[in-house]
Nanobody, 123 residues
Framework: VRLEESGGGSVQTGGSVRLSCVMS????????IGWFRQAPGKEREFVGG???????NYGDSMSGRFSISRDSAKKAAYLQMNSVIPGDTAVYYC??????????????????WGKGTLVTVSS
């Protein structure tokens, strides 16, 4: 299983960013896809994830500004970030684990990881 994120870059406060995660060399529909982020000097935290049915759940500290979805035909998952703030600056990772109704999984629960994409929010 290989995961590759894209869509990161620089964005101004209040803007929007859409990150993509594409899976290759794996059976997409059996995996739960999670999004995590790691800001400088901070621990990696769960942003949210989506199961094989398309049902999403989000981290405790995540506001309603984020939305996660998936497209099985494209073997891709997406993280839509709206009204971004400087506190959203981080490297964003997608990760995959065999789906078993995961709710707010820890980083250690995830089996496969992408290399991450940097999102920088400027004020």
């Amino acid at each position: 299983v290989r995961l590759e994120e894209s869509g990161g870059g620089s964005v101004q406060t209040g803007g929007s960013v859409r990150l993509s995660c594409v899976m290759s060399e794996g059976t997409f529909n059996i995996y739960f896809i999670g999004w995590f982020r790691q800001a400088p000097g901070k621990e990696r935290e769960f942003v949210g994830g989506v199961d094989y049915r398309g049902t999403a759940n989000y981290g405790d500290s995540m506001s309603g500004r984020f939305s996660i979805s998936r497209d099985s035909a494209k073997k891709a998952a997406y993280l839509q970030m709206n009204s971004v703030i400087p506190g959203d600056t981080a490297v964003y990772y997608c990760a995959a684990v065999i789906d078993r109704e995961w709710i707010k999984p820890a980083s250690s629960d995830m089996r496969f990881w992408g290399k991450g994409t940097l999102v920088t929010v400027s004020s």
